[in-house]
């Protein structure tokens, strides 16, 4: 399999080294173009991310579909806010007149509670067993050929059928993301993609080590590996870095990350913050090219921490990611549009092509 490439998209221009962000409007303009300028640099999917005041991801999946012509979409979704039959039938959809097969769905189970969502349940462990039921529900709702009953500790349906399935006809990929013993149980039971933020190379290691024992305990395969670190590109080491601190000091001079607050408006850390600001704690600097800072400034609230270098440095990282199993890379920059664009034309091309060369050695 070829090295999955995810981009980010957002409704409107925005990185953390501008002011706040816009909800009440969508620039439709940018987010087409936006979304094109990946499909051009061989980016193979975008990340729409979901949250309780931004516009609907799905509704942003669909129409980029229309303006796009193979992008794939990996669309953030909650899940417990709609009822497992209609989340069925919408994302079954969706997977049709998207042009078939272009979507991912991106499970989040979230921080905490969510109460102006309707979502009340605190405990982490409660959570991820909702979000378990959840996927197994409109996993068997799109593999089914008759109406089904599920009655669990969180739902409880009747008689529910989705009659429109999935393009492959069983089911539509999902993903999922956390850092606990929980989240890797719920992950090799639902998802086919098991997503890291950018931590150091041992603890990408432990946490792949960890995804891998639950597999075993399950007796179910492993899902494969992303992950997610921003890329601050330079034509040399000096100029590379020089960016990276001008970015770091445009992050510090945002109101928005100021008190430590962060994007998320929690101050609630996850188990996967938490991992970042302890690495970022015991060095600004680790292995090749990954660097804390912007991470820490942000509260790591989620994709924070960054490689730097020139272009050849930031390949050998992520192959070194490579080489630990990871299998898809997120990646998004602090200049949206151009770093785009210099991702596929410095980076994309080069990682597949080395780490093509690298399997074919091991096989």
């Given at each position: 399999m070829s090295i999955e490439f995810v981009g980010m998209v957002f409704p409107n221009?925005?990185?953390?080294?501008?002011?706040?962000?816009?909800?009440?409007?969508?620039?439709?303009?940018?987010?087409?173009?936006?979304?094109?300028?990946?499909?051009?640099?061989?980016?193979?999917?975008?990340?729409?991310?979901?949250?309780?005041?931004?516009?609907d991801s799905t509704q942003l999946a669909a129409f980029l579909a229309q303006h796009t012509e193979k992008l794939g979409f990996m669309i953030a979704h909650r899940p417990g806010l709609l009822t497992p039959n209609l989340a069925a039938r919408s994302f079954a959809t969706l997977d049709h007149t998207s042009g078939g097969?272009?979507?991912?769905?991106?499970?989040?189970?979230?921080?905490?509670?969510?109460?102006?969502?309707?979502?009340y349940i605190v405990d982490k462990v409660q959570r991820y067993e909702r979000t378990g039921e959840y996927l197994e529900i409109i996993k068997t709702l799109w593999s089914s050929d008759q109406p089904i009953d599920y009655e669990g500790k969180y739902f409880n349906i009747?008689?529910?059928?989705?009659?429109?399935?999935?393009?492959?006809?069983?089911?539509?990929?999902?993903?999922?993301?956390?850092?606990?013993?929980?989240?890797?149980?719920?992950?090799?039971?639902?998802?086919?993609?098991?997503?890291?933020?950018?931590?150091?190379?041992?603890?990408?290691?432990?946490?792949?080590?960890?995804?891998?024992?639950?597999?075993?305990?399950?007796?179910?395969?492993?899902?494969?590996?992303?992950?997610?670190?921003?890329?601050?590109?330079?034509?040399?080491?000096?100029?590379?870095?020089?960016?990276?601190e001008k970015i770091l000091s445009d992050i510090q001079k945002n109101p928005l990350f100021q008190n430590n607050s962060s994007v998320t408006g929690h101050q609630i850390k996850s188990t996967g913050s938490q991992r970042l600001l302890a690495a970022a704690q015991q060095a600004d600097h680790h292995d090749k090219a990954l660097w804390m800072p912007t991470a820490t400034a942000v509260g790591?609230?989620?994709?924070?921490?960054?490689?730097?270098?020139?272009?050849?440095?930031?390949?050998e990282s992520l192959l070194n990611y490579v080489d630990l199993g990871v299998t898809t890379f997120l990646n998004r920059g602090y200049d949206p549009v151009y770093d785009t664009v210099d991702y596929g034309r410095y980076i994309i091309p080069t990682v597949r092509e080395e780490a093509a060369k690298r399997k074919k050695r091991v096989a």
């Open positions: 221009q925005w990185s953390e080294t501008k002011t706040t962000r816009i909800f009440d409007k969508i620039d439709l303009d940018y987010l087409k173009y936006h979304a094109r300028a990946h499909e051009y640099a061989g980016f193979d999917k975008v990340l729409i991310a979901s949250g309780p005041n931004s516009p097969g272009r979507i991912r769905i991106h499970a989040i189970t979230g921080i905490t509670a969510e109460p102006q969502e309707g979502d009747k008689n529910a059928f989705c009659p429109l399935k999935p393009v492959n006809g069983s089911s539509i990929p999902i993903s999922f993301g956390g850092s606990s013993d929980v989240a890797y149980d719920i992950a090799v039971r639902h998802a086919d993609l098991y997503a890291l933020w950018g931590e150091p190379l041992s603890g990408v290691k432990e946490q792949i080590s960890k995804l891998k024992n639950a597999a075993e305990k399950a007796n179910r395969p492993q899902p494969e590996v992303s992950l997610s670190v921003r890329l601050i590109i330079g034509a040399t080491e000096e100029l590379a870095w020089q960016r990276a790591a609230y989620g994709d924070t921490t960054a490689l730097v270098g020139t272009p050849d440095t930031i390949i």
